[in-house]
């Protein structure tokens, strides 16, 4: 499978990994990945409107009103940069083939 490919400024090749979940039971709401995303990919959304079943919270996040969610994956240009700034590694990443 060919994954898309990107060239740098100075000329070198480089694979994107584009955004393809968010766990967002891992998920804070601390706004990070949205703040830094250039792109129309992510969303605070209520917890209540999250996939997360009721009685699946985590301890430390019943309080949370709030988490990310995905809301155009294919905005993602693949830069990485939610997930450098992520305290709580919610975010995986893919190097994708072109969709036809
Ligand atoms: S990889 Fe880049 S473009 Fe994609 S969601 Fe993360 S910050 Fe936005
Ligand atoms: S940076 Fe991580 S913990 Fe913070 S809102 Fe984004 S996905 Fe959630």
């Known amino acids: 499978m060919d994954v898309i490919t990107a060239i740098t400024r100075g000329g070198k090749a480089w694979t994107p990994e584009f ?9 804070i709401g601390c706004g990070r990945c949205y703040k830094v995303c250039t792109r129309n990919v992510l969303e605070l959304v209520d917890r209540s409107d999250s996939d997360i079943p009721e009685d699946d919270d985590e301890d430390d996040s019943e309080s949370i009103a709030s988490v990310m969610a995905i809301s155009d994956p294919m905005d993602c240009t693949g830069c990485g940069a ?8 919610c975010l995986t990443h893919k190097a994708m083939a072109m969709e036809a």
């Open 19 to 27: 955004v393809v979940a968010l766990d967002a039971k891992k998920c």
């Open 82 to 89: 939610c997930s450098r700034v992520c305290p709580k590694n």
